[in-house]
T-cell receptor
Framework: AQKVTQAQTEISVVEKEDVTLDCVYE???????LFWYKQPPSGELVFLIRRNSFDEQNEISGRYSWNFQKSTSSFNFTITASQVVDSAVYFCALRGMDSSYKLIFGSGTRLLVRP | SQTIHQWPATLVQPVGSPLSLECTVEGTSNPNLYWYRQAAGRGLQLLFY??????ISSEVPQNLSASRPQDRQFILSSKKLLLSDSGFYLC?????????????FGDGTRLSIL
């Protein structure tokens, strides 16, 4: 069975702090894809990043960085120098190779960045 | 470019009334389509998905149904709404045969049942 666990329900930081959101996944597929989405207070889900199971290279995009480690089945997300606009719920998701291409979402981490 | 539209944005309905939420995708063909529900402060629950016209798979037994009358149209319905149907409903699409591509979401519909 496939599963995504985001153990941190809510994180509160002060602006300019660095924060890491954890994501641990379970799958028996050898090929799979991992995603991060941001849900701001307005509600829409915004796609942030995708990572393939065969590509463990970490990625940095501005203040955002992602650490993918197959050995620990983790795909963690770090925001450097957080800003108030980063306040949102962040979801990690897993997709296997069945034809529906369903996403298995974690329960989300609510990030509050205080000024 | 591809876009996804959902309407209405907000809906208040009495218990026992019918429901119809519509989702359309533009700029792509043969998409996979999905309906999700998010209860207040909770995660996303996949309700239905469709890999083609008239092909609907249900993930959770419930009071709702879905239909796909056209390639890029996905409709979520109910004959009689329950209080437990309240929530935030999101439609999403992804490219068929492209598991490496993300799902793209609409802006959602906030449904309140009175």
């Amino acid at each position: 069975a496939q599963k995504v666990t985001q153990a941190q329900t809510e994180i509160s930081v002060v602006e300019k702090e660095d924060v890491t959101l954890d994501c641990v996944y379970e799958t028996r597929d050898t090929t799979y894809y991992l995603f991060w989405y941001k849900q701001p207070p307005s509600g829409e889900l915004v796609f942030l990043i995708r990572r393939n199971s065969f590509d463990e290279q970490n990625e940095i995009s501005g203040r955002y960085s992602w650490n993918f480690q197959k050995s620990t089945s983790s795909f963690n997300f770090t925001i450097t120098a957080s800003q108030v606009v980063d306040s949102a719920v962040y979801f990690c998701a897993l997709r296997g190779m069945d034809s529906s291409y369903k996403l298995i979402f974690g329960s989300g981490t609510r990030l509050l960045v205080r000024p | 470019s591809q876009t996804i539209h959902q309407w209405p944005a907000t809906l208040v309905q009495p218990v026992g009334s019918p429901l119809s939420l519509e989702c359309t995708v533009e700029g792509t063909s043969n998409p996979n389509l999905y309906w999700y529900r998010q209860a207040a402060g909770r995660g996303l629950q996949l309700l239905f998905y469709s890999v083609g016209i008239g092909q609907i798979s249900s993930e959770v037994p419930q009071n709702l149904s879905a239909s796909r009358p056209q390639d890029r149209q996905f409709i979520l319905s109910s004959k009689k709404l329950l209080l437990s149907d309240s929530g935030f409903y999101l439609c999403a699409w992804s490219g068929r045969g492209r598991p490496n591509q993300p799902q793209h979401f609409g802006d959602g519909t906030r449904l309140s049942i009175l």
